[in-house]
């Protein structure tokens, strides 16, 4: 009973902070895109020229930039990703009552790649303030011929002496940042069995889109400046040694008891 009002309170927390922070997000939002009067771009400053032929405004790249700093985004981004990241506005997330969870939406510009304006993940948790992940939910990315990220075509010649000259192409899944709105799923049918070793890798699938969802929530739409300048690296990276302190703290205690 006290653990549950424990929870209850931390979400009625977090809600109120979250509302707090809306006219700070808002605020960026503009900056970045460059909605805000009297802001520029200092590097257009030192290069008017430039600026005047680019016709760039706010903040260029500040999305990418912020979650290439970050370790565990970093790895996800490839460079045929860079591109589309480019044209990222803004990203929000949300809490969500039915099923319990919450959502993650990824606020794009008109841009080369695909068609959506917005894509979303949504994670249904069994237990929000203990999180099991139930499942997660992606847009489906409506991509333009021969712009999709998620896969690569590969092409073949045809060996000589061959009737058909033309090369052979097949199309085969590749890594991206953009696989995120393609989370894995357990199969729904009691019919599809799968074996342990299998389970296991899903399972580890899943902890690792649940990871990359929360590092998203949790520390780049709050801190998204830090990851930008790079303030934010010593940080996490402090925490991560106070943590690991913890673990050889535990360890000696652990080693006097014996």
């Avoid at 790895?75 to 929000?92: S, V, Y």
């Avoid at 302190?245 to 360890?251: G, T």
Wanted: charge should be negative; glycine fraction near 4%; charged fraction near 40%.
């Amino acid at each position: 009973e006290l653990e549950a009002k424990f929870f209850e309170e931390r979400a009625a927390l977090e809600a109120k902070y979250q509302k707090l922070y809306e006219p700070l997000y808002n605020k960026r939002y503009e900056i970045v895109n460059g909605a805000a009067e009297g802001v520029t771009n200092e590097a257009a400053e030192e290069n008017p020229a430039e600026d005047k032929a680019n016709g760039e405004k706010g903040v260029p790249d500040f999305w990418l930039t912020a979650m290439k700093t970050n370790e565990v985004l970093a790895e996800e981004i490839t460079e045929r990703d860079e591109g589309a990241l480019k044209f990222l506005k803004d990203i929000k997330w949300c809490r969500i009552d039915n099923p319990k969870g919450f959502k993650l939406e990824f606020f794009f510009d008109t841009n080369p790649y695909f068609k959506n304006s917005v894509l979303t993940k949504t994670y249904h948790m069994i237990d929000e303030d203990d999180p099991v992940l139930e499942k997660a939910i992606g847009t489906e990315i409506e991509w333009y011929p021969g712009k999709c990220l998620t896969q690569k075509v590969l092409k073949k010649k045809p060996r000589k002496g061959s009737k058909n000259t033309k090369p052979m192409t097949k199309t085969e899944n590749c890594d991206s940042f953009f696989n995120f709105f393609t989370p894995p799923q357990i199969p729904d049918d009691d019919d599809d069995e799968i074996d342990e070793d299998t389970a296991e890798q899903l399972q580890n699938q899943m902890e690792q889109d649940y990871d990359i969802g929360s590092t998203i929530r949790d520390k780049i739409i709050p801190h998204a400046v830090s990851w930008f300048t790079g303030e934010a690296v010593q940080v996490d990276d402090f925490e991560s040694v106070e943590d690991d302190d913890d673990d050889d703290d535990d360890e000696d205690e652990d080693e006097w008891r014996g």
